[in-house]
């Protein structure tokens, strides 16, 4: 008896961005973009292409908000950019912070929709957790994400205005390229399926990587995806930023139950796609994410399995202690069942880091992340049964 899971709901027959009125967001275009955008707001065209490499400085560099700011632009060229154009970010409608340092931003964009993202400080670097959509399309049975019903692709805009808001609220403006940065990395481990809303990833990791743009390694981007197998050869050639498998099962049987796209891409047809990843090496792994579910998938026989099915692949397996969630139907396993799997997964000559949850207190963990007003919209449905 199988149900009839909506496990792809089209991304194509997404609800776009309402088209916003007034003036245009400058956040987000690409180099090419922006350069049209700029010539048809009047930009003489030989001057084009510096104006965008000065803008892009004074954007992602010094995080301007605002055209007055930017100083080697004449008064008048300001004046003109500031009546075509905006330079905006998602609005941080709730921060919090947790007891261990990390930050949840709760954040509205166009439309009233709300997304998540999540700052993890660490010693040695300081993780960026940025979502792609509004909820997600997958209905992954651990996953608090996969649960919330409305869904929306994110603008590029949107995708790398996360990260703007974060270093406002971190007040990271304005350093060297070899000062240390407190977000030296950026995980899209948020909410939605980045490679169900590839271009918009795609441009808004381009922006993330150029030197005039925000400057970060594309080895300090993991870009994580359930498996949507047509897409991961696009990652490696149009991106070129690390990779991470939401893997979480040694057979098709159970993956087709944890996260139901292995029903359209099986194991097999996912680790073919993850062999051919361009560049592999020690240097630059795939992350296997192992999410740790008592009694489900975390046996020793499993673990067996696991590295057996990955043999050949330079890899390192993150086993996730599932993160409980209100209705969940899933138990954390035992620690000692943990220590007992990453211990053969070790032997067998693989990485296995236990990621320890940060941010539990405030919902900021793997899999917790939900908006605020979604979350309001089930507890009245439930208040009111029927409603
Ligand atoms: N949609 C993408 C990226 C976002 S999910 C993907 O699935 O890969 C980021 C990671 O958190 C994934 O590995 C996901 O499987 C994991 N995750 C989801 N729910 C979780 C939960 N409740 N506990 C622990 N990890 C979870
Ligand atoms: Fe979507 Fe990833 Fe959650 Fe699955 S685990 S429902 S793909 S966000």
Not at 226 to 236: F, L
Not at 282 to 299: C, P, Q
Request: proline share 5%; glycine share 8%.
């Amino acid at each position: 008896m199988t149900a009839i899971v909506p496990i792809l709901r089209d991304a194509l027959t997404l609800p776009r961005k309402p088209r916003a009125e007034g003036p245009r967001d400058l956040v987000g275009l690409t180099r090419e973009e922006m350069r049209d955008a700029l010539v048809a707001a009047g930009t003489p065209e030989n001057l084009a292409r510096m104006r965008v490499g000065q803008i892009w400085q004074w954007i992602y560099h010094k995080g301007a908000r605002d055209f007055d700011a930017m100083s080697n632009l004449s008064r008048d060229y300001r004046a003109q950019l500031a009546g075509t154009f905006a330079i905006s970010r998602p609005e941080v409608v709730a921060r919090q912070v947790s007891a261990d340092g990390t930050r949840k931003y709760l954040l509205r964009i166009d439309g009233g929709s709300e997304v998540e993202a999540v700052y993890i400080p660490e010693t040695d670097r300081g993780t960026l957790c940025i979502s792609s959509q509004v909820g997600c399309t997958l209905t992954c049975s651990f996953c608090h994400t996969g649960t919330q019903r409305l869904v929306r692709n994110l603008t590029a805009g949107e995708i790398v205005g996360q990260i703007l808001a974060a270093r406002d609220d971190l007040a990271e403006w304005g350093k060297a390229p070899t000062d240390k940065r407190l977000i030296s990395n950026i995980v899209l481990m948020g909410m939605g399926e980045p490679l169900y809303n590839f271009e918009a990833v795609r441009d808004a990791m381009r922006i993330t990587m150029d030197n005039e743009g925000l400057s970060l390694s594309r080895r300090r981007i993991t870009l994580s995806t359930s498996g949507v197998v047509p897409e991961i050869a696009r990652v490696g050639s149009e991106i070129g930023c690390l990779l991470a498998i939401s893997f979480h099962a040694t057979t098709d049987a159970v993956r087709d139950q944890l996260v139901p796209i292995n029903r359209k891409w099986n194991i097999a047809a996912l680790l073919d796609a993850c062999r051919a990843y361009p560049r592999l090496s020690n240097s630059e792994r795939i992350t296997f994410e192992y999410v740790m579910l008592k009694g489900i998938n975390d046996s020793d026989a499993d673990a067996r399995r696991l590295v057996k099915l990955i043999a050949g692949i330079p890899a390192k397996i993150n086993l996730i202690p599932f993160n409980p969630w209100p209705g969940a139907p899933y138990e954390r396993s035992d620690p000692e069942r943990i220590e007992a799997f990453a211990t053969i997964v070790n032997r067998a000559g693989y990485a296995s880091p236990v990621r320890t949850p940060r941010g539990e207190d405030i919902m900021a963990a793997c899999g917790q992340l939900k908006s605020a007003s979604e979350r309001a919209r089930r507890a009245r449905a439930e208040a009111r049964p029927g409603a």
